[in-house]
């Protein structure tokens, strides 16, 4: 993805969970995407008012209190917790909804546009075989 925003000609910082500063640097973005491998890791601090953010995340919670400490009581996330012993949630806090001017959801946000355009290229490639393929035949 960075790459496809360089060549758009966009600036591009890209950062780690050792970066100096983190919460600072990260709230300096137009678009965010959280791909750190922890839980609600990335909170509103880390977060420009009004940014894009996109969670790549998908950890797996089976803790009750961590659920409790993230959703409030009564909320879709819990009951699905309740009923499953376990509940799919993201690398951004929930609290950064509130703070960005748009978010993907985990499940649901990114995972979907991965398969499409998985999809789309597989089509693409084979057509572009198919294409060598008869050119190849008619000569």
Same mark, same amino acid.
């Given at each position: 993805?960075?790459?496809?925003?360089?060549?758009? $000609?966009?600036?591009?910082?890209?950062?780690?969970?050792?970066? *100096?500063?983190?919460?600072?640097?990260?709230?300096?973005?137009?678009?965010? %995407? =959280?791909?750190?491998?922890?839980?609600?890791? *990335?909170?509103?601090?880390? *977060?420009?008012?009004?940014?894009?953010?996109?969670?790549?995340?998908?950890?797996?919670?089976?803790?009750?209190?961590?659920?409790?400490?993230?959703?409030?009581?009564?909320?879709?996330?819990?009951?699905?917790? $309740?009923?499953? +012993?376990?509940?799919? %949630? +993201?690398?951004?806090?929930?609290? %950064? =909804?509130?703070?960005? +001017? =748009?978010?993907?959801?985990?499940?649901? +946000?990114?995972?979907?546009?991965?398969?499409?355009?998985?999809?789309?290229?597989? %089509?693409?490639?084979?057509?572009?075989?198919?294409?060598?393929?008869?050119?190849? $035949?008619?000569?």
């Amino acid at each position: 993805m960075a790459m496809l925003l360089l060549h758009r $000609n966009a600036t591009v910082t890209i950062c780690h969970s050792k970066t *100096v500063n983190l919460p600072a640097v990260a709230a300096t973005a137009d678009i965010l %995407v =959280a791909a750190i491998g922890r839980a609600a890791f *990335v909170t509103g601090e880390f *977060v420009k008012p009004g940014a894009t953010v996109i969670d790549v995340g998908q950890n797996l919670l089976t803790d009750r209190a961590k659920i409790e400490g993230l959703f409030p009581e009564g909320s879709a996330r819990r009951e699905a917790f $309740n009923k499953r +012993g376990s509940v799919l %949630v +993201g690398d951004v806090h929930p609290e %950064v =909804a509130s703070i960005a +001017g =748009a978010m993907t959801p985990v499940p649901g +946000g990114v995972g979907p546009l991965t398969i499409a355009m998985l999809l789309s290229n597989t %089509v693409r490639a084979a057509e572009e075989r198919l294409k060598g393929t008869s050119m190849h $035949n008619a000569q």
